[in-house]
């Protein structure tokens, strides 16, 4: 099954800035894969909201400018994250960094593309939120990714950066996820001296290969093949 994505050389690190703040939270992280990037290590770096490789889901059903609604997780990035998971569009282009100053664009998976307007979607918008819908122009269209291994089910989903006018309760949490050029590694060590170092105090998790977390879901199924074939 393609996955949609290459989790060779893949990093992802846990980091929990304490500072509340949402625009500092934003900022922080912002900062910290801009740094990752530089690192001579590193071959793209970005993030993604809750744990990387997780499957975790937010809905916010944004509605479409065919008057749709589109049902299916939205999850929150910076720019270089799906550069870092080894994703080419299919169609137009990746979120840039440009995008984190006018952050009105949106990229949505080839399902969604597909589901809500024919394989056509570059150019169309959609609206986010109740109040004060946050209007979002879809720029580019990427591969299913199936976050929750071979046996997940795929569904419609975009990919937005973080909006700057959020002030929320709940606090932006990001994990980092790099890809290392082949042969390199880095340290735990190194990496939570580098995430201290770049403002408010942090707490630094683990450094963990995406193979390995990728390996969890599939952990049952695989168990129960090897005792059959045991048998």
């Known amino acids: 099954v393609d996955l949609g994505f290459d989790t060779a050389n893949v990093l992802a690190l846990e980091v929990e800035p304490l500072e509340q703040t949402a625009s500092a939270r934003r900022d922080y992280y912002a900062a910290l894969a801009d740094t990752l990037r530089r690192l001579p290590e590193v071959a793209s770096a ?3 909201n809750d744990r990387a490789l997780s499957g975790s889901n ?6 479409l400018d065919t008057g749709e609604t589109l049902d299916g997780p939205d999850r929150t990035v910076l720019p270089g994250y799906l550069e870092a998971m080894g994703v080419r569009p299919f169609a137009a282009r990746l979120l840039e960094d440009a995008d984190r100053d006018t952050p009105d664009v949106v990229v949505i998976n080839a399902t969604a593309s597909q589901r809500y307007y024919g394989g056509n979607a570059i150019g169309h918008t959609l609206a986010m939120g109740d109040d004060s819908p946050r209007q979002m122009r879809i720029v580019g269209v990427v591969p299913d990714l199936r976050y929750r291994g071979p046996q997940g089910s795929v569904r419609p989903e975009l990919y937005m950066v973080p909006d700057p006018n959020y002030g929320g309760r709940q606090p932006l949490t990001l994990a980092m996820v790099m890809r290392l050029r082949e042969g390199t590694s880095l340290p735990l060590d190194r990496l939570k001296q580098i995430a201290e170092s770049l403002g408010p105090r942090v707490l630094v998790g683990r450094a963990t290969p995406a193979r390995e977390l990728l390996s969890q879901p599939v952990a049952v199924p695989r168990g129960r093949m090897l005792l059959l ?3």
């Open 46 to 48: 970005g993030a993604i």
């Open 58 to 63: 937010s809905y916010s059903f944004p509605t």
């Open 229 to 231: 074939t045991l048998l």
